[in-house]
């Protein structure tokens, strides 16, 4: 850069348009390169400031002094005392400056590599703020761009003037990405570097895919369609979940596959084409993972929430099919749904059942001192935990299980003596099951309620008075009455404390 008053406006704007900044922005640090020399070039430790005209490129300079306390004046070349300053200007105050003109220093005796340092980096900091303030709000937006070039699996992608990495990793293994190519991404992040900021893309993930048909399919942007989800295997094939309020007025699978495929085949050139499959979202489970699978038929399901898994039986023929190559689709099924999916054989299935029913009848058998009969008989009806037979009414359970009235009674006060144990062991193997002091306070409070109530972790009188009566009812021994008075006694500070304030 060689700097020449009558070419600094032409420079200026150059630059701004290349950098797409504002000129007052460059001419802001040209100002500061042309003090810093100003300041290098004079014998004293001064301060000074440059104006350059905007129209013309002519700069006057300006000596300066700051105005301080009588503590901070150290450097009489470029402070002064808040009494001398206002001897010059009466209304100025503690950190403001008093200037005087000075004679500038000669455009030549500048050293260019000076100003080009100065420049680039006010430059930098300029584009870098522009850049965040631009994009931070995009953080998670679909953004169209092109491949400036390739870095080692990496690629440089131009978006609006603005460079964006595009990871190996996060691309899609058969994208087989060249200079010039015109791609679409998701920004993952923004991330303010010394280089200026980095924009983070990413097209294996599921957000791009949801984005893609939002592009495509009108219905989704009039709010008609809703896609609840995605999940992919990149570049090779991905599941999406839609859905309408009135699938009568409009197919929300159909709006997606649109005429002849059209919709769904221009998002799949858009991913390597990578086969979508669209699919019904159903707020029931099991008809949502029934969907998720299709083409393969499910015979039957059987749920565990406590696992947040599903045991999914279908025909042997079915087999190959719902589990897909290298599992894929049971894979993406189970992503699609939030569902770990298990896929069975009718004949698995039953072995399964009968190996877990073969345990539960081990652990009753165990638990209640039972022969096999009385726990196959157990078993056989429902009565798989000591805890389903402890609260089970005896009458009930002597007419599903066809015991004696007797035995009923003989085996629901044996589930509830080992719940009662297996209470008293949680609470000696718990290191927090130690009641706290206040919940003592309590009035109707005693040593066992305590103990108990600290081993599910209602420690203290304000975790007992902000229980509801169901949490204690969820607690083997507790009637409802003695729930509901043990948590208003609890809450008696409360009530005492709303009294005082009313008053």
Known sequence: MVVNTKEIPQVVQA??????LPPDVIFEALELALASATRRHHLHAIDARVSIDRNSGD???????????????????????????????????????IEQP???IEAARISAQTVRQVVMQKVYEAERERVLKEFLPQKGAMLFGVVKRLDRGDAIVDISGVEGLLPRYASIPKDGLRKGDQIRAILKDVRSESRGPQLILDRVCPELLIELFKLEVPET????????????????????AVYSDDPFAIDPIGACVGVRGARVQSVTSQVAGERVDIVQWSNNAVQFVINALAPAEVESIVIDKAKNSMDVVVAETQLSQAIGRGGQNVRLASQLTGWDLNILTREEADKKAIDEALVVQERLIKQLDVDEEVAVRLVDNGYTSTLLIAYADPAELAAKTKFDMETAETINNRAMMANLQEEVKLMEEADDNI????????????????????????RTMEDLADCATFDLLEIHGFSEDRAKTLIMSARAPWFKELETRSE
């Not at 630059?15 to 797409?20: G, K, V, Y």
């Not at 009588?70 to 001897?87: G, M, N, S, V």
């Not at 009641?435 to 600290?454: F, H, K, N, R, W």
């Open 221 to 240: 942007r009039e709010g008609l369609v809703e896609i609840r989800n995605a999940a992919r295997d990149p570049g090779l094939r991905a599941k999406i």
């Open 435 to 458: 009641p706290d002091a206040s919940l003592y306070q309590v009035e109707g409070m005693d040593d066992d309620t305590a103990i108990v109530l600290a081993a599910h972790g209602i």
């Open 102 to 104: 000075m004679k500038s």
């Open 15 to 20: 630059l701004s348009d290349e950098r797409n």
């Open 59 to 97: 700069f006057e300079t300006f000596r300066r002094w700051e105005v301080v306390m009588d503590e901070d004046y150290e450097f009489p070349d470029r402070q002064i005392l808040l009494t001398d300053a206002q001897k010059k200007s009466p209304n100025i105050e503690f950190g403001q400056y």
